[in-house]
């Protein structure tokens, strides 16, 4: 059951491990007065601890990697090779190295994208193909991200697509002004679990003047006190918070960024490339 609206892809996933159709909360908040009880004669709540590796900093924790994770590589392999093959996906990789770069069009937006992505293709001889789910359907990015050799992708949920890379493929995960990357670390986890080899870089913008709130942000200070709202505005860097609906990290975390290019290019030859 969702709180809210499954839409698209999502909705498609998720029909891949369930004969039912899924269910809404707001299915109920249609049909059912206020203060109805729902009963399920049979029902599984949350996750599996044999599927997961990371703890998200609920009830009071921090967020990080799990001490004693219970999935494996193999785990990993064979999620794949289902969705792969319940998709459809028909994955065949060309002759020729490229690389892609995620992006987005709402926020956590690289603004200067087109100038990384031709930057990397001349320093590096490699193609570099933009997607996004805006304008790409989730099969077409695991068809194009399984036959990548370099990743480039601002922090987010469409990162888990990473899992797809194939072996010694390269990451680099960028991070909007204040937000430390050592807090987050949900990605790396995952690609180091999968043992294949996987080069990880974490780039982080320091630049202040280089992260532009999106036009209509919703996730402004303007709610604030002005002594909150100055205080967050001075900090370098957001302390860690429980997740996740913090103002200082919803704040810094869907900024958009201007990226430092040549920072980018130096990490890639001096880590990987």
Known sequence: MFRNRLIGDAK??????????????????????????????????????????????????????????????????????????????????????????????????????????????????????????????????????????????????????????????VVVEMYPYAINPEFYQVYQTMLNLQDLDIKYIAWRNMNASNAIEPPSYRFHLNNLSEEKRLAILSRTEAPRKVCCYDPEWQYRMYQNTVVNVTEVIKLLKKHCI
């Open 12 to 169: 498609t996933i998720y029909r891949l491990f369930t004969q039912n159709e899924p269910i809404l909360q707001l299915d109920f908040d249609e049909y059912l007065p206020d203060q109805s009880v729902v009963c399920f004669e049979d029902v599984t709540i949350g996750l599996s601890n044999s599927s997961m590796w990371y703890q998200w900093g609920m009830d009071e924790l921090h967020e990080g990697p799990l001490l004693d994770p219970k999935v494996t590589p193999e785990h990993f392999r064979k999620f794949k090779n289902y969705l792969i093959e319940k998709m459809n996906i028909n994955i065949v990789c060309p002759q020729i190295s490229y690389g892609v770069l995620f992006t987005r069009k709402r926020t956590r937006q690289i603004l200067n994208q087109n100038e990384l992505a031709s930057s990397i293709e001349k320093e590096f001889e490699i193609s570099i193909q933009v997607v996004g789910m805006e304008d790409n359907s989730i099969m077409e990015i695991i068809r194009i991200v399984s036959c990548a050799e370099l990743l480039i992708s601002m922090h987010g949920a469409l990162m888990i697509l990473a899992m797809f890379l194939p072996r010694h493929a």
